[in-house]
């Protein structure tokens, strides 16, 4: 009896794999992977939660012109927020500079997105052989082996006064004077931040298109569909996750960024960043640390937002 049974469980290895992977689920998955996760979960805390924890303290403590005293206070908030309620309908200081962060943060990410998805389309259903799409990915990387700084500054002698295109019009009798608006303005910032962070939607997307079924998009053909049908009835929602992923770094980055606004704008436009950035220059850190995490608080509705667009985990 024992050999015809031993010799059923031999014809039949897929029932008894299976009763092994049920008896593996029963035992749990063990500590392995715990023990894979705790490096980077170490990481995250020493480097996010703790410093993220210390920013929500200190931003309910007191503080004068001289000292710092631990001691507990929402006054910090109030004054963030100090006369916006009695102003209205007028917006108060607070909210004007939210809406100016706001503004470039919806203009870059729009930027960003066509240029980024008009890139990855092409290497992703143009360019056809890896290696020149990997030639492509080095090229479009080698900025960010440089200084924010220095590639900020490189626009100056391009958009300046007496700089590059201003001269260049000049001599070819478009504009008799120099154009003002080309450097610290909005334009200049806006051009700055979509250089500095185009990237970051480019490669979220074209990952995701390079995973979509090119039998799909040939189905959608085959049925009389034109390209800007199977570009927008297949493709565009095929790269939702991509377009999400990338719209998230984009939409955080730009939201606290000082640099740029203050180099580009000329120490003139307004930004959350700024004002975070002016307060800690004047040793106000408590009130520094509520602006803080007033922006994370913006920020991350923002990503909220994004993510109730599209279920990135059902469609990863």
């Known amino acids: 009896m024992s050999d015809a049974t031993d010799t059923i469980a031999e014809a039949r290895p897929g029932r008894a794999s299976a009763r092994a992977r049920r008896a593996s689920r ?20 020493i480097f996010f939660v703790l410093p993220l924890a210390a920013t929500v303290v200190v931003s309910f ?79 479009c990387t080698i900025p960010f082996w440089t200084s924010i700084v220095i590639r900020m500054i490189s626009w100056i002698p391009l958009l300046g006064r007496n700089g590059l295109i201003n001269q260049t019009l000049i001599s070819m009798g478009v504009i008799d004077t120099p154009l003002e608006g080309l450097l610290y303005s909005d334009f200049a910032v806006v051009l700055a931040l979509t250089h500095l962070y185009t990237l970051f939607m480019v490669v979220p997307i074209f990952n995701s298109l390079m995973r979509i079924d090119r039998s799909l998009i040939e189905a959608a053909r085959d049925s009389g569909a034109s390209d800007f049908q199977t570009l927008t009835a297949v493709i565009i929602p095929l790269a939702k996750p991509g377009i999400l992923i990338g719209s998230i770094f984009v939409v955080t980055v730009v939201m606290g960024d000082f640099l740029t606004i203050g180099i580009m704008g000329g120490q003139q436009i ?13 040793l106000q850190f408590p009130l520094a640390a509520a602006n803080a995490v007033i922006l994370l608080v913006a920020v991350l509705a923002a990503v909220w937002a994004l993510l109730k667009l599209v279920d990135i985990r059902k469609e990863l």
């Open 270 to 282: 307004a930004s959350v960043g700024k004002v975070i950035q002016t307060q800690m220059q004047f």
């Open 26 to 45: 029963r035992e749990g998955p063990g500590i392995a992977p715990y023990l894979q996760a705790a490096p980077m979960a170490l990481v995250f805390l």
């Open 61 to 139: 403590w007191q503080y004068t012109q001289y000292s710092i005293e631990p001691a507990f206070t929402a006054q910090n908030y109030g004054d963030v927020f100090y006369g916006c309620l009695r102003d209205l309908p007028n917006l108060c200081t607070t909210f004007l500079t939210y809406l100016s962060t706001l503004k470039f943060c919806l203009i870059v990410w729009a930027c960003t997105l066509t240029i980024g998805f008009t890139v990855a389309y092409f290497l992703a259903f143009h360019v056809h052989t890896l290696k020149v799409q990997v030639i492509f990915f080095l090229l």
